[in-house]
């Protein structure tokens, strides 16, 4: 069974910095999408950045390209998401997301082509 178990949110200064861990277990994930999303209170889930676990590849939404990156650790089962220059707009419960790389989907940013998700950790980031 697969879990997906997020941490390293908390409270920060605008401007300042958190590295967001995804410690995912019960697969092999090499051919797995890993994602990361967020929520902020009254909106919709909304795609933040994603990884391909084999190769490497990475995408991102617009408004973190160049502040935030996705990484993975193949050795430590580990999904980062490194958040740099953080805005109070960006304060939101971030969830870490897999879904096998082989389904066809019909958006790889539509939480919905998600089969797995973690319980969410929270960013607050104060102006």
């Known amino acids: 069974q697969v879990q997906l178990v997020e941490s390293g949110g908390g409270l920060v200064q605008a401007g300042g910095s958190l590295r967001l861990s995804c410690a995912a277990s019960?697969?092999?994930?090499?051919?797995?999408?890993m994602a990361w999303f967020r929520q902020a209170p009254g909106k919709e889930r909304e795609f933040v950045a994603d990884?391909?676990?084999?190769?490497?590849?990475?995408s991102y939404t617009d408004s973190v390209k160049g502040r935030f990156t996705i990484s993975r650790d193949s050795a430590k089962n580990t999904v980062y998401l490194q958040m740099n220059s953080l805005k109070p707009e960006d304060t939101a419960l971030y969830y870490c997301?897999?879904?096998?790389?082989?389904?066809?989907?019909?958006?790889?940013?539509?939480?919905?082509?998600?089969?797995?998700w973690g319980q969410g950790t929270q960013v607050t980031v104060s102006s």
């Open positions: 019960g697969r092999t994930f090499s051919r797995y999408v």
């Open positions: 997301a897999a879904r096998f790389s082989g389904s066809s989907v019909p958006s790889r940013e539509d939480p919905h082509s998600f089969n797995y």
């Open positions: 990884i391909r676990w084999s190769l490497g590849s990475t």
